[in-house]
């Protein structure tokens, strides 16, 4: 399949996919369950996850891995079942997206901090390598590193990704407005740095997921472009700030919401849309269609 890098270069604006966590709460996880584990145990509703974004129109859907690292898998007992985890996930998205749909392999963080020198960059390395890997085997073309908020673990796991498979790289940071026009990750990392850093790291595409409406993708954006023009840059929006009503958290943006920010985002320089907390094939559907009337 074309790299998503050259689809990019032929002026195409590409539609990525929603949430998964709250898809997958929605269909029975429960409170202290594994989400990963349901691509062993439940992976019939994890393609119906997967394949309800394909139906929806977008380009490219990602994989129910996001949090299939050691450390995290540690404390459900399936920290031996990495590369069977993140192999699994990448095989769904692919039965999914079929031949004619990327697939973006999912992997956060790891909930360890390197500063506060409880983990060590190769350990650090080491897990990314792992999931990096099993993704690659189970069919993903191309991997996201996202809701990174540490340069230097971002980093890492751009390099534990291109130096240990053959795929595209993307690497995503969680950012915060901090003041007129400024935006930093909880780490203290602005757009700026992360796109000087990540780009030397070797990412192909990078960009910021999570955190924030699609209201403010639009200055994160510009900020990016501000240090590099060329770089393909991927946005996944939440449904709006989130709202705790009625016993859960709530996304409140609806389709028609969010959809009217897509232009401004692709105006400021964005090449990927999508979404994250709280969106859903609806979302998305109303996504590719509003893009397809601004696109240049």
């Not at 594994?34 to 309800?52: F, G, Y």
């Not at 095989?91 to 031949?99: E, F, H, P, Y």
């Not at 000087?196 to 954006?221: D, F, H, P, R, Y």
Request: with cysteine.
């Amino acid at each position: 399949m074309q790299p998503i890098a050259a689809k990019i270069q032929l002026q195409k604006i590409l539609i990525s996919d929603g949430a998964w966590g709250t898809f997958l709460q929605e269909k029975g996880l429960a409170v202290g369950e594994c989400p990963e584990s349901w691509n062993l145990n439940r992976p019939d509703d994890v393609l119906a996850i997967a394949k309800s974004y394909i139906d929806a129109g977008a380009d490219m859907i990602e994989t129910n891995s996001f949090g299939a690292n050691a450390f995290k898998l540690t404390p459900y007992g399936l920290a031996d079942k990495v590369y069977e985890l993140n192999k699994a996930a990448a095989q769904i998205s692919r039965k999914a997206a079929g031949d004619n749909h990327m697939v973006l392999g999912s992997i956060g963080p790891t909930g360890k901090m390197l500063m506060m020198g409880d983990i060590t960059p190769e350990q650090l390395y080491n897990a990314f390598r792992d999931q990096a890997i099993g993704l690659s085997d189970g069919g993903a073309d191309a991997l996201v590193v996202e809701t990174m908020s540490d340069i230097d673990e971002a980093v890492l796991a751009v390099k534990a990704c291109k130096e240990n498979t053959q795929r595209e790289v993307i690497c995503t940071m969680t950012f915060e407005k901090t003041g007129e026009d400024a935006y930093h990750t909880m780490m203290g990392v602005t757009p700026e740095q992360m796109t000087e850093e990540l780009v030397k790291a070797g990412a192909s595409i990078i960009g910021t997921n999570c955190g924030n409406g699609m209201a403010q993708m639009i200055g994160i954006v510009k900020a990016i472009r501000l240090v590099n023009n060329t770089i393909p840059i991927l946005v996944h929006a939440n449904a709006g700030a989130p709202i705790y009503r009625d016993g859960k958290t709530v996304f409140p943006e609806t389709p028609e919401q969010m959809a009217s920010y897509v232009c401004a985002v692709i105006d400021a320089g964005a090449n990927i849309i999508g979404g994250c907390c709280g969106t859903t094939p609806a979302h998305i559907s109303l996504m590719v269609e509003t893009a397809k009337k601004c696109r240049v």
